[in-house]
Nanobody
Framework: QLQLVESGGGLVQPGGSLRLSCVGS????????MYWFRQAPGKEREGISC????????TYADSVEGRFTLSRDNAKNTVYLQMNDLKPEDTAVYFC???????????????????WGQGTQVTVSS
């Protein structure tokens, strides 16, 4: 059974950094495009980044472009979201998701119907 477990969230001051991890089990990560979403209280879930299953293509939402970096380590069945220059508006629960296929491209506006992790809380506050 496919499982995803996020970690690395926490409390950080504005301008700080965090690195989120998403560890997969029960499947071969290299066969899946990987996504990160976030949901702030009272707001809709937002797709913020995805990486193709080949790892050769990444894309970001405008809200995080230039500050966040998504990478994958297929040998460890893990994807990472490096978040720099964090802002209070980045406060949210962050989720990873896996989508079979999407070998060469992925679309950050696409919302998977299944294969989600449980989320990790990120709070940016002074």
């Amino acid at each position: 059974q496919l499982q995803l477990v996020e970690s690395g969230g926490g409390l950080v001051q504005p301008g700080g950094s965090l690195r989120l991890s998403c560890v997969g089990s029960g499947f071969t990560l290299s066969d899946y495009a990987m996504y990160w979403f976030r949901q702030a209280p009272g707001k809709e879930r937002e797709g913020i980044s995805c990486i193709s299953s080949s790892g050769g293509y990444t894309t970001y939402a405008d809200s995080v472009e230039g500050r966040f970096t998504l990478s994958r380590d297929n040998a460890k069945n893990t994807v990472y979201l490096q978040m720099n220059d964090l802002k209070p508006e980045d406060t949210a629960v962050y989720f990873c998701a896996a989508v079979a296929g999407f070998r060469w491209l992925c679309d950050v506006t696409y919302e998977p119907r299944e294969n989600w992790g449980q989320g990790t809380q990120v709070t940016v506050s002074s």
